[in-house]
């Protein structure tokens, strides 16, 4: 994906309020649907009018937000595969996903 001037990709600078029902799109413009919830490690997306797909993405895969679209570092097949479906993960299934803190020790 090409970073545009107009996509904020930290996660400290995005206004998650503006996010909630804005478009959700993975990798080649794959449609995950409309933002619903965002918890502190996932965001829940609702797909399609009748049947809805629900999709629980974890935070830590967002690339982005340009206004408009929520992007997300995976592909449809990935997110079919792993994130979609009827209820929410444990927290325990989407702690693996939160960034890996690195201390550096000074050598004595």
Do not use: C, H
Request: glycine content about 4%.
């Amino acid at each position: 994906m090409s970073n545009s001037n107009n996509i904020v990709n930290n996660d400290n600078e995005i206004d998650w309020s503006e996010v909630l029902k804005k478009e959700a799109r993975g990798i080649d413009e794959s449609d995950f649907g409309k933002v619903q919830e965002i918890t502190l490690y996932y965001i829940l997306t609702e797909r399609g009018l009748i049947n809805k797909d629900k999709f629980y993405l974890p935070r830590e895969l967002v690339e982005g937000f340009d206004g408009d679209k929520l992007i997300f570092a995976i592909s449809e097949s990935d997110a079919e595969e792993k994130f979609k479906r009827d209820s929410p993960p444990s927290l325990e299934e989407y702690t693996i996903f939160k960034k890996k803190i690195i201390v550096k020790t000074q050598n004595r």
